[in-house]
């Protein structure tokens, strides 16, 4: 009896542990909203999203977001139109078609890509990819959409390519066999059958790869130009929201207007990052394959 | 006929390019890094302070405030990971609990470096006032780096089979005792190669040091906790954007992405190879 209260006892201790990650998400919630909050204070919430106008630090200061809102998303669609193709071939590439022996030494090859320090790439786009599209396109500045969204498709290649992966291999190995047996070649089984199969799989891991393009911060802040404006091409300089926090929260005041409205842009970049997460795990739960049929 | 299997070469081609084109900008990214930044490197660089200013000298106090971050947040976050992943692995039935912890996790997992910068300046720094130091840098990087230590330590517990609980249970062992002497021995080198991971990417992260623990330049070492740290990421950043000098110290900048991008991907490396090493070995 009185080893049973003690294993009840250990399992109440896992449990309490295990619900730390919620407790953080809940405090990460509550502290951006007791800093951010403020802000609404002296600008109305509709005024502060769709405001176009980021002038914190003028008098009277102005603080409209969408430019950064706009900012991040058109990064985010620009690397997403390089990464997840890159991204889900390589994924088709590892899990179907490489040599075991190639498999060995790729695999491990997208793992170092995603340990990159993100400061890291940032220098790269700094002191190497913007002199050059400088020169090359002959434009005023190589900080600019296309440096900033290349670099971005390179941190969200690794987590698209081993979470679709994941996906394209836990398709039943029957779906394959029936799709060979029934004639087909190995394009034919991928695209028609295996492919599809792992769609909502391929989904999460597209969707969790913009997660992290839209919330990555040191490559926007030092390669995207830093101009808070709507861009009217893709080598116009933008001022993703991660950027703006990032590089003004050192000087604004404590506890400023602009301290406050630098948290509420976090809530807005926290709420978008949350959203696609669970959409994610939405699509993953709600679309997956039951498993094959058996006779 | 020969034509579909003229399709299927070109799609072949196509992911092949794709693939290696990946490898080739890794592998290019990385020499040129190396070649770059190889000059600035010497016993000077990586044991002294840095002087003038910056424009010269070392940067061993950054190297040691990173030790000191990472160290710091995988103290913080080994415990609780290990912790959560036990009780998801062992412990948890089916149902809303753990639905629930999964998603909290996952969420966790997606939420935005400096997202966590700004929770750690709010709390840390702020609310319990511990200030700019090593301690709100370390717990802010602990938290980060929380997800992938429970995701990593999860997968090493279930790959340890059933048998083995089974048989311990069989012999009378109570749940706890079968977990801490048979489940967790087994599963320890997978739960070390993702703890590793989690050190690589502490090391790695700059947002959330920004505004918690990273200082442009200290004079002194820290002597305690509560003290400002240089950081290796944090000090590229500010090399290679702030002040009047950026140009003329680009091969300092080189030499400290360069021990950067040896640390983290040395660390990443050591973890891989062990895991391979663990996997061949597997005995079940």
């Not at chain 2, 320890?188 to 990273?214: D, K, Q, W, Y």
Request: aromatic letters at 10%; a neutral charge.
């Amino acid at each position: 009896m009185k080893r049973k209260i003690k294993e009840t006892i250990i399992k109440n201790i896992f449990l309490f542990i295990a619900l730390v990650s919620i407790v953080i998400l809940a405090l990460i919630v509550i502290f951006l909203f007791i800093e951010g909050i403020p802000v609404f204070k002296v600008v109305s919430i509709k005024d502060f999203i769709f405001g176009i106008e980021w002038y914190p630090t003028y008098d009277p200061p102005s603080f409209g977001i969408w430019s950064l809102i706009v900012g991040s998303f058109i990064v985010t669609l620009c690397a997403s139109v390089i990464a997840i193709p890159l991204g889900v071939l390589s994924a088709v590439y590892i899990a179907e078609i490489a040599p075991p022996l190639i498999k060995e030494v790729f695999k491990p090859v997208v793992e170092l890509l995603a340990g990159l320090p993100s400061v890291v790439l940032g220098f790269f786009g700094m002191a190497v990819m913007a002199p050059w599209l400088q020169a090359t396109f002959d434009i005023p500045t190589g900080l600019n959409i296309v440096n900033a969204s290349m670099l971005l498709a390179l941190m969200a290649v690794p987590t698209i390519a081993s979470i679709s992966e994941d996906a394209l291999y836990s398709v039943p190995q029957e779906f394959k066999e029936a799709s060979y047996a029934l004639g087909a070649t190995r394009f034919e089984t991928i695209a028609r059958v295996i492919v599809p199969a792992a769609l909502s799989g391929i989904s999460t891991a597209v969707i969790l790869g913009m997660a992290r393009a839209i919330g990555e911060t040191m490559v926007v802040l030092m390669v995207a130009g830093g101009a808070a404006a709507i861009p009217e091409s893709i080598f116009d300089s933008v001022r993703p929201m991660p950027a703006s926090i990032a590089a003004e929260m050192g000087e604004a005041p404590f506890r400023s207007d602009h301290y406050h409205a630098l948290f509420a842009t976090g809530i807005i970049l926290f709420g978008l990052t949350l959203s696609f997460n669970l959409i994610a795990d939405y699509v993953s739960h709600k679309f997956k394959e039951v498993g094959s049929a058996t006779l | 006929m020969r034509w579909r299997y003229i399709k299927q070469h070109a799609f072949f081609a196509i992911v092949r390019l794709a693939a290696f084109s990946i490898a080739a900008a890794i592998g290019a990214f990385l020499v040129y890094i190396l070649v770059n930044g190889i000059g600035a490197i010497s016993w000077e660089f990586l044991s002294e302070h840095p002087r003038e200013s910056m424009t010269k000298g070392g940067i061993m106090p950054a190297i040691l405030g990173t030790f000191y971050l990472t160290a710091g947040a995988i103290i913080i976050a080994l415990p609780l990971g290990v912790a959560s992943a036990i009780y998801l692995s062992e412990y948890a039935k089916q149902g809303p609990v753990i639905r629930i912890i999964r998603v909290g996790v996952n969420c966790l997992a997606g939420v935005p470096s400096i997202v966590f910068g700004l929770f750690g300046l709010g709390l840390f720094v702020v609310f319990l006032q511990f200030g700019s130091c090593i301690l709100s840098g370390a717990l802010t990087l602990g938290f980060l780096i929380l997800p992938t230590i429970i995701g990593a330590s999860e997968e090493a517990l279930k790959s340890v089979p059933q048998t083995f609980r089974e048989a311990s249970l069989g012999l009378g062992v109570s749940k706890w005792q079968t977990i801490l002497r048979i489940v967790l021995p087994n599963a320890l080198p997978g739960i070390l190669t993702g703890s590793i991971l989690g050190v690589g990417r502490a090391a790695g992260e700059t947002a959330p040091i920004m505004f918690t623990a990273a200082a442009f330049f200290t004079a002194k070492l820290p002597s305690s906790i509560f003290d400002e740290v240089m950081a290796l990421p944090y000090h590229v950043y500010v090399l290679a954007t702030a002040g009047t000098y950026i140009e003329e110290t680009r091969p300092l900048q080189y030499g400290t992405v360069l021990v950067l991008v040896a640390l983290v991907l040395g660390v990443d490396l050591i973890a891989i190879i062990i895991r391979s090493y663990i996997r061949k070995k597997k005995r079940w």
